[in-house]
């Protein structure tokens, strides 16, 4: 199991038992008490800490894509595995697209909940998630957010207010 694997799996843990004692209590704690609990030796404690600082930082957002995805179900009424492995997975595809390819976050939140929740887990959690992408890859061609700095384009995009990223070299 790779140690990212290891870091969303602890990560869902705290927040299925944050989420289970009514969202009280030190996520902190939790996620340490997992960590020595299910994986001694883990050593990548700071990616599963910003998974859940940030599914805690955006909950009101990703809630909200949840409800709008997943209209059927409402929130309170998707299991609390399901609800936390798409949490993780919604800020992991939101949030977090430069560090985490779109790919990545979906087919480990399947994974996810695939050994959490139950039978029909994974298709949910594959369903909502590969709708969300796909959205996000529309709204991108039709709205790029994230414009490529070249030497033909720097000066206009300095003048806007649209995040940049270097130039790929080749």
Do not use: C
Not at 95 to 118: C, H, M, R, W, Y
Request: hydrophobic residues 40%; charged residues 25%.
């Amino acid at each position: 199991m790779s140690n990212r694997h290891l870091a969303r799996t602890i990560a869902m843990q705290a927040l299925f038992e944050w989420d289970f004692n009514r969202q009280s209590g030190n996520l902190a704690e939790v996620v340490e008490r997992d960590k020595k609990e299910f994986a001694p030796d883990f050593d990548d404690h700071d990616f599963a800490m910003r998974i859940v600082k940030g599914v805690l930082k955006h909950q009101i957002d990703i809630d909200k894509v949840i409800v709008q995805y997943a209209p059927e179900w409402p929130l309170d009424q998707i299991t609390i595995v399901d609800r936390n492995v798409l949490r993780i997975g919604i800020f992991e595809l939101k949030f977090t697209q430069s560090d985490v390819p779109p790919k990545v976050a979906i087919n480990e939140a399947i994974e996810l909940a695939k050994s959490f929740g139950g039978e029909s887990s994974g298709r949910f959690v594959n369903g909502v998630l590969g709708s969300i992408y796909k959205d996000l890859m529309e709204e991108q061609q039709v709205n790029p957010q994230t414009q490529v700095i070249t030497p033909e384009n720097v000066n206009t995009i300095l003048k806007t207010d649209s995040p940049v990223q270097d130039k790929p070299e080749t």
